[in-house]
């Protein structure tokens, strides 16, 4: 059957030249304009990741796929790209629990599920019996000996920590100056990355900083340990922080996955 054009072709603007293309695609790319995209939210901000993640070298990527965090890689690097509805996450602190960790729906209790982060996140699944290699922190953390593994000069670990936090922007200077040298740290590289992207994505905080505690949490991952338990606390402590009038904190992005999954707005 032939088929006929016609109708759809007075909405076809004529092509007019190559510069009129190259603006009407710049006009594309101003996804500032999107409400909640990432670019409205000054806090949220974090214009160093994405370049900083285009420098890695293939062998710092292979060690963040080898350690489990390639789904995290993946939405850190398109993190500019991220839009947040607000609307509904706020929506979903007011039906949250505190004591049972859950959202009271009318008729129905539902709450974020280990497995389902695991699956969300791509991380490897926990079994019974792996509880010894369940990341978790029970004594006082000394973030300069985990640091040390990325740089032993005073001066960066300086401006990497301050209080009981450690700050994300300095860390990816560093990765930055690193692999514009082309030097051979690659685990060291991968590390540092591991600590922004995390950081970022599944413990973050406020003004590009993470706590000692989630430093640690993080650092372990190349060990091996499971952190699928740390971020979902992480997150649940948040939602209650939120719910009691307190600021909100934990991986956004998962919660929204998981509202993907489960609820139509």
């Known amino acids: 059957m032939k088929r006929n054009y016609s109708a759809f072709a007075e909405n076809i603007p004529p092509y007019s030249s190559p510069k009129a293309a190259r603006e009407t695609h710049a ?72 004591q049972t960790n859950s959202f009271i729906f009318p008729e129905f209790e539902a709450t974020i599920l280990l497995k389902e982060l695991e699956i969300m996140l791509g991380f490897p699944r926990y079994q019974r019996g792996e509880e010894l290699a369940i990341s978790y922190t029970v004594e006082q953390i000394n973030s300069w000996s985990i640091l040390a593994y990325i740089t ?71 060990e091996g340990m499971k952190i699928g338990q740390a971020i979902l606390g992480f997150l649940y402590a948040g939602l209650t922080s939120a719910a009691l009038g307190g600021p909100f904190y934990g991986s956004v992005v998962a919660l929204e996955l998981w509202m993907g999954m489960h609820i139509q707005f």
């Open 27 to 98: 006009d594309l790319k101003q996804l500032s304009a999107i409400p909640g995209h990432i670019y409205t939210c000054p806090g949220l901000q974090m214009p160093w990741l994405v370049p900083m993640l285009e420098l890695l070298p293939p062998t710092s990527i292979g060690h963040l796929k080898k350690w489990g965090l390639s789904t995290v890689f993946v939405l850190a690097k398109n993190y500019n790209k991220l839009v947040h509805v607000w609307e509904s996450v706020t929506a979903m602190v007011e039906l949250w629990h505190p």
């Open 152 to 222: 032993t000069k005073k001066n960066d670990l300086y401006s990497m920590t301050s209080g009981m936090h450690v700050h994300l922007l300095p860390i990816a200077q560093w990765i930055t100056s690193q692999c514009k040298r082309k030097t051979t740290n690659y685990t060291a590289i991968a590390k540092a990355a591991a600590i922004c992207i995390c950081g970022v994505i599944l413990f973050p905080e406020s003004d590009g900083a993470i706590s000692f505690g989630n430093l640690s949490i993080i650092d372990s991952i190349s």
